[in-house]
């Protein structure tokens, strides 16, 4: 069994395969040839390898972590054998599956990491101190330590427990350390900044939603017409309807979000109620694209 998570990879969907890897036996795959920068920093603390880089999934078993729709994961999903889903985003239209019964676990809760121990939990496996600490960071990286409104009561019993496990007294400064490593990003090109954590929703109208969750806003927003540019290249090569990127300024708990032209403004004040300058738009707490930017531009659609 092949654990795999979306493409454009996060902290969470690496964690959760490897750690279900580990947990339940089978191996874990990512769907890049690349660590992003936190995932790398959170590997190497906690003592683990970076998956293999599985590019082609032809006839391969799967158990897909972090997502349930066609369009989010890799290239070739389509040949590949779906076993099942572990996931906590909502479930739309282009559910990934074939033609058989698959085991779906889809939970209202922070992270895909949270439902792994949860698992474990339920199953008795036992967690290890490096597998609570992998975990813990999945968690950490997807509700910004519990600080996300996608974060529930469940997710706090999971870390509180996990911490003593993997013996991390700080889980501010595991964020601080991680978002340190993340937000390194004067090397990367715009193209490269915008996919890092990118998201295409196929609502009504196909729209990109990119995301940085940076401790210096100000870098980004500095590289401002350099991004620009690269959303509208993005927005031609993925044919979408529209595009946008918010810059979350995570200490403040606060975003910016990019508008490119007149199509992304309309929809944007109508899902944000708010005005753009020089193509930034203030908005306000709204940090978490899965529960506050998409929803909103979902409904304005
Ligand atoms: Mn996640």
Not at 12 to 39: K, R, V
Not at 84 to 101: K, L, R, T, V, W
Not at 212 to 237: C, F, H, N
Not at 274 to 288: H, L, T, V, W, Y
């Amino acid at each position: 069994m092949l654990y795999i998570g979306h493409k454009n990879p996060d902290t969470d969907s690496i964690c959760a395969a490897l750690a279900a890897a580990e947990l339940f036996g089978g191996e874990a795959g990512m769907t890049s040839s690349e660590l992003p920068p936190e995932s790398a920093f959170v590997l190497d603390k906690f003592g683990f390898e970076s998956p293999a880089y599985v590019d082609n999934l032809k006839d391969k078993e799967v158990i897909l972590v972090d997502f349930n729709q066609k369009s989010q994961g890799q290239e070739g999903l389509e040949e590949a054998s779906i076993q099942g889903i572990i996931d906590h985003h909502a479930m739309g239209e282009d559910i990934a599956f074939n033609s058989q019964p698959i085991f779906v676990r889809i939970e209202p809760i922070g992270s895909t990491c949270s439902i792994i121990a949860k698992m474990a939990g339920e199953t008795e496996v036992e967690i290890t101190p490096k597998l609570a600490g992998i975990l813990l960071a999945g968690i950490v990286s997807d509700t910004l330590a519990l600080r996300s409104p996608t974060t529930t009561e469940d997710d706090r019993e999971i870390v509180e427990y996990l911490q003593k496990v993997a013996g991390v007294e700080d889980i501010t400064d595991l964020l601080k350390d991680m978002l340190k490593a993340k937000s390194d990003l004067s090397k990367k090109n715009a193209i490269e900044i915008l996919q890092l954590d990118y998201k295409i929703f196929d609502y009504t109208k196909k729209v990109g939603i990119g995301v940085a969750e940076t401790v210096s806003p100000e870098d980004l927003i500095a590289r401002k017409e350099e991004l620009l540019e690269g959303m509208q290249k993005i927005k031609e090569k993925d044919g979408l309807d529209y595009i946008y990127f918010a810059v979350v300024d995570v200490l403040n708990e606060q975003s910016d979000l990019l508008i490119l032209g007149d199509d992304e403004l309309v929809l944007a004040k109508k899902a944000f109620e708010a005005d753009a300058e020089e193509n930034i738009m203030n908005i306000g707490s709204r940090i978490s694209r899965k529960k506050q930017i998409a929803p909103g531009i979902q409904e304005a659609l």
